[in-house]
């Protein structure tokens, strides 16, 4: 069993690799499974016994993003404490080092963002659940988790799409800051 989970994940990494290279070279539209699979030295057939599609692909670069920074997994202090968490600060210089370019995404864009959303959501809100369990909040967890990946997905894309003149430190902190905003108003008691 672990000799075919390693073989998967090697297998899965390869194709993360040779996509991510095609995307620092072209623009996402322009991109084929088939580029994909040749780039990573493999058949159509093998990309698709792992993902459904490209933006499937993608997604889950994304979720491998958040799982190895542990974005959004803070502890109750973490949320609300004046310093960004250390894993929001890594997210942003590990982006600022990438400049994946979102506004590339065609058709698939707006999908891919949903799920993106939605999928950091349910991370978001898991994590909420048992930082403050035990704790009565003002707004409903589902409400504040909602609230908080809109944030971080939006701004991130916006970050990223326009290049404004704001460093990645100074991105963290705004964000920080409308974050724990959201978070001191959701924990106050009546």
């Known amino acids: 069993m672990k000799q075919i989970n390693r073989q998967t994940h090697r297998t899965q990494s390869a194709l ?14 322009s991109i084929t499974v088939g580029d994909i699979a040749k780039r990573a030295n493999m058949g159509r057939s093998t990309f698709y016994r792992h993902y459904e599609s490209k933006p499937d692909i993608l997604l889950s670069w994304h979720e491998d993003i958040f799982r ?11 949320w609300l404490d004046d310093n960004p968490p250390f894993q929001l600060t890594a997210f942003f210089e590990r982006m600022a080092d990438t400049r994946m ?33 035990g704790i009565e909040m003002e707004i409903p967890l589902p409400v504040v988790a909602q609230a908080l990946a809109g944030i971080y997905v939006w701004i991130f894309q916006w970050w990223i799409m326009n290049n404004p003149p704001y ?24």
């Open 16 to 29: 993360k690799v040779a996509f991510m290279q095609l995307l620092q070279e072209s623009n996402y539209a």
């Open 68 to 78: 190895d920074l542990d974005l959004g997994h803070y502890t109750a202090e973490a």
């Open 101 to 133: 370019p979102f506004h590339d995404f065609g058709n698939d864009g707006a999908y891919i963002l949903r799920e993106i959303g939605s999928r950091f959501t349910q991370q978001i809100e898991s994590n909420l659940e048992n930082s403050f369990s």
């Open 167 to 190: 460093s990645s430190k100074q991105m963290t902190t705004y964000t920080h800051r409308m974050v724990q905003g959201i978070m001191l108003s959701a924990t106050r008691s009546s």
